[in-house]
């Protein structure tokens, strides 16, 4: 890829260090030994060396109901540096933030140039102002600032590069960019259940490209991504029946639950309040369900009905459903254990996609409101800055974390009072 590095330096140099401002204090954070980081990151393979053994037991085994044995690399090597020093491992966090800060500005550059012709604003500009809001987004500290949510870190990067990957595979028509989208769809589930979406997304950018469905050369190239995400979706299933129960809840419940996290993604994207590291679901999968979780399904269907209507506009469509394909497998519609109801890693590639759609809605109003738009960007970012920086200092280690979401529980509770 000659172009891969192509992002103007004052911008690399503007996104890396905008990215450090708001993360500077996760570099003084410990693991949070009450919170999976003592089960993920501190365990016998992450101490295991770099012999045959361990690395064979890292590959074919499952290990606590998960299986990322590329996180676990990521650990070992880590640990290889200065053993189970917290300083290394977050600023390896950081870097991993970093690195897909940049990628999400070339990830964009390349999609919307797929249609440059029909992009009525500036491609590199929008690039820009989508990453540099996504480097700043307080719900992304949860995926940088603990340890054990590295992994969402590290599957985005090798999807977000399979996707490029890819982009320069149907516009090129060389082997080799087609094996590499193959290979990073890989390292990506190697790092991240999550990643199984990947196929699909890929047939959405085929459609937003133009290419017809119709040919058989689309239907076959599709072949292997869908037989590698069924082999995927059969090992996640496998770790889900090793450890604990699957999601008891009935279908019905799961369809509310459903709308309420699309809601809650949404909402959370636009306007961060509240965060938190549990979100528990509202009900035991026993009890009655809350009449106001019915009208979230009724909003998600409002919402599909208007896209459906807007269905030329394909910048529209194509980040819409970006932001519902990332999330299929994590708002509760397949029956997974699961311990919250939503939760803000599993947003990490979507978020993007909201984000970009406010960009595209201010650009829809620029030309007559171009000094109000500054100063709500202006003030935006500086809210989401700010955030991120504080909540990052929430997740110093265990006790913090707990005090801060009691802080909120008591808030939330005064307040319904």
């Known amino acids: 890829m000659k172009n891969i590095l192509v992002i103007p330096r004052y911008q690399i140099v503007i996104l890396i260090l905008i990215t450090c401002a708001v993360y500077v204090p996760v570099i003084g954070n410990n693991f949070l030994y009450t919170?999976?980081?003592?089960?993920?990151?501190?365990?016998?393979?992450?101490?295991?060396?770099?012999?045959?053994?361990?690395?064979?037991?890292?590959?074919?085994?499952?290990?606590?109901?998960?299986?990322?044995?590329?996180?676990?690399?990521?650990?070992?090597?880590?640990?290889?540096?200065?053993?189970?020093?917290?300083?290394?491992?977050h600023l390896a966090s950081v870097l991993w933030q970093i690195a897909n800060v940049l990628i999400i500005w070339l990830f964009i550059k390349k999609i919307l140039q797929l249609r440059k012709d029909d992009i009525p604003f500036s491609i590199p500009t929008m690039a820009f102002?989508?990453?540099?809001?996504?480097?700043?987004?307080?719900?992304?500290v949860e995926a940088v600032?603990?340890?054990s949510g590295i992994k969402a870190l590290i599957y985005a990067f090798f999807f977000l590069l399979g996707l490029i990957a890819y982009i320069y595979y149907i516009t090129t028509y060389k082997v080799s960019y087609f094996v590499g989208a193959i290979g990073c769809f890989l390292l990506s589930f190697l790092g991240k259940e999550q990643a199984v979406t990947f196929p699909l997304v890929i047939v959405l950018i085929d459609w937003f490209a133009g290419r017809s469905f119709r040919d058989k050369t689309v239907i076959t190239e599709k072949i292997v991504f869908f037989s590698m995400a069924s082999l995927f979706g059969v090992i996640t299933i496998l770790t889900q029946g090793i450890e604990g129960d699957p999601n008891p809840y009935k279908l019905f419940h799961r369809i509310a639950f459903a709308g309420y996290a699309l809601f809650e993604y949404v909402t959370k994207s636009i306007l961060p309040v509240k965060l938190n590291f549990l979100y528990p679901f509202p009900i035991l999968p026993d009890e009655k369900l809350p009449l106001?979780?019915?009208?979230?399904?009724?909003?998600?269907?409002?919402?599909?009905?208007?896209?459906?209507?807007?269905r030329k506009n394909r910048l529209l469509v194509f980040w819409t459903l970006f932001f519902v394909?990332?999330?299929?497998?994590?708002?509760?519609?397949?029956?997974?254990?699961?311990?919250?109801?939503?939760?803000?890693?599993?947003?990490?590639?979507?978020?993007?996609?909201?984000?970009?759609?406010?960009?595209?809605?201010?650009?829809?109003?620029?030309?007559?409101?171009?000094?109000?738009?500054?100063?709500?960007?202006?003030?935006?970012?500086?809210?989401?800055?700010?955030?991120?920086?504080?909540?990052?200092?929430?997740?110093?280690?265990?006790?913090?974390?707990?005090?801060?979401?009691?802080?909120?529980?008591n808030k939330e509770n005064n307040n319904q009072k």
Request: a positive charge.
């Open 35 to 89: 919170w999976d980081d003592q089960i993920m990151i501190i365990n016998s393979r992450t101490s295991g060396d770099w012999n045959f053994s361990n690395l064979k037991d890292i590959f074919s085994s499952f290990h606590a109901g998960q299986y990322s044995p590329l996180f676990q690399m990521n650990s070992l090597l880590l640990y290889s540096i200065d053993k189970y020093n917290p300083v290394i491992f």
């Open 292 to 310: 106001h979780f019915l009208i979230y399904p009724v909003l998600v269907s409002a919402v599909g009905i208007w896209i459906y209507f807007n």
């Open 325 to 409: 394909i990332n999330l299929l497998f994590s708002i509760n519609l397949i029956s997974m254990a699961r311990h919250a109801i939503v939760a803000d890693r599993y947003l990490y590639i979507s978020i993007m996609a909201i984000l970009f759609l406010m960009l595209y809605a201010a650009k829809m109003f620029w030309d007559k409101h171009k000094r109000l738009i500054v100063l709500l960007f202006s003030v935006y970012s500086l809210y989401l800055g700010t955030y991120t920086f504080r909540y990052t200092k929430q997740w110093k280690d265990s006790d913090t974390i707990r005090e801060y979401a009691r802080e909120m529980l």
């Open 129 to 140: 102002l989508t990453a540099f809001l996504f480097a700043i987004h307080p719900l992304n």
């Open 145 to 147: 600032a603990w340890l």
